[in-house]
């Protein structure tokens, strides 16, 4: 049988539990997701973006995640 052992040093961490560094006050960030509603100018038609954000406990400073580079589920 060739069974390939699970090596735990390659194991992938989830974006999800990364973590950031404020760039105000040098917390470390936790990532939020929230929907973020708009409704286009003359009409009532509404765009839902689900976006992803830093935010800082501290200062409440926060930054949109850069998903470019993550992996798709
Ligand atoms: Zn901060």
Known sequence: MGLVKANPRCYK?????QTRECPMCG???RIKDRDDVQIV????????????????PECDYFEEVDDDNAPQP
């Open 13 to 17: 961490r989830p974006v999800t539990d």
């Open 27 to 29: 917390e470390s960030m």
């Open 41 to 56: 100018p003359g009409t009532h038609q509404q765009i839902v973006r689900h976006v992803r954000e830093w935010i800082c």
